[in-house]
């Protein structure tokens, strides 16, 4: 079976994102018509640099290693059931972070080691799953405790990495059956990479 083409949904994903984005600073009214909260220039444009930032470099990997049309999969499905479980509980809800931590999620139940630098550390995926899960809890406990921390959707948040982490299982498997080759650092090779660039002219 051919191996489907790499087509960069992550970067066309966020692409269209930047253009409702400049969208909705143009015509305000777009924003109302899908009850997104006002918030400053800067938090927004902040927000949207840093959802990006993590689509970008987390689903190139994904798409990578699960192919294109299973990427979108995981991230409209984790979006849209994000969405659905965050309407329970604030007074709207509408966007892509919990289809980017979707994305996260897949990646640690697929690639739990995958070296990520995250709170100015490198450190796998999957412990910096758990630091950002910690804080969405945390936060998710200041919002029932009439105390939120800010008005980021927490609970989007793990809805969307919640349902990650089952599709991220349900591929993995898939994954690992049809990759037969295994890393191995192969020394021979280095040595030669070492001799051919490495080497001085006496």
């Given amino acids: 079976m051919a191996k489907e083409k790499f087509r960069y949904y992550a970067l066309k994903l966020s692409l269209l994102m930047i253009i409702i984005f400049v969208f909705q600073i143009i015509f305000p009214f777009f924003t109302d018509l899908f009850i997104l909260n006002e918030n400053s220039y800067f938090q927004r444009v902040a927000h949207l640099a840093l959802n990006l930032f993590a689509l970008v470099l987390f689903g190139l990997i994904l798409e990578n290693i699960i192919g294109g049309r299973k990427f ?50 490198p450190m796998p995926i999957f412990v910096a799953g758990v630091l950002w899960a910690g804080a969405d809890i945390l936060g998710t406990i200041g919002f029932f405790a009439g105390n939120p921390i800010d008005n980021t959707g927490n609970i989007a948040h793990l809805s969307g990495m919640f349902l990650g982490f089952l599709l991220g299982y349900f591929y993995r498997q898939k994954v690992n059956k049809t990759r037969k080759e295994k890393i191995r650092l192969d020394e021979g090779y280095i040595r030669r990479w070492e001799n051919h660039f490495m080497r001085k002219d006496i």
């Fill in 72 to 121: 979108l999969l995981i991230f409209i499905s984790t979006g849209i059931f994000a969405n659905f479980v965050s309407i329970n509980f604030y007074s709207s809800s509408l966007g892509a972070s919990g289809a980017i931590f979707g994305v996260i999620g897949s990646l640690i139940i697929i690639r739990p080691l995958l070296p990520v630098f995250a709170f100015g550390l």
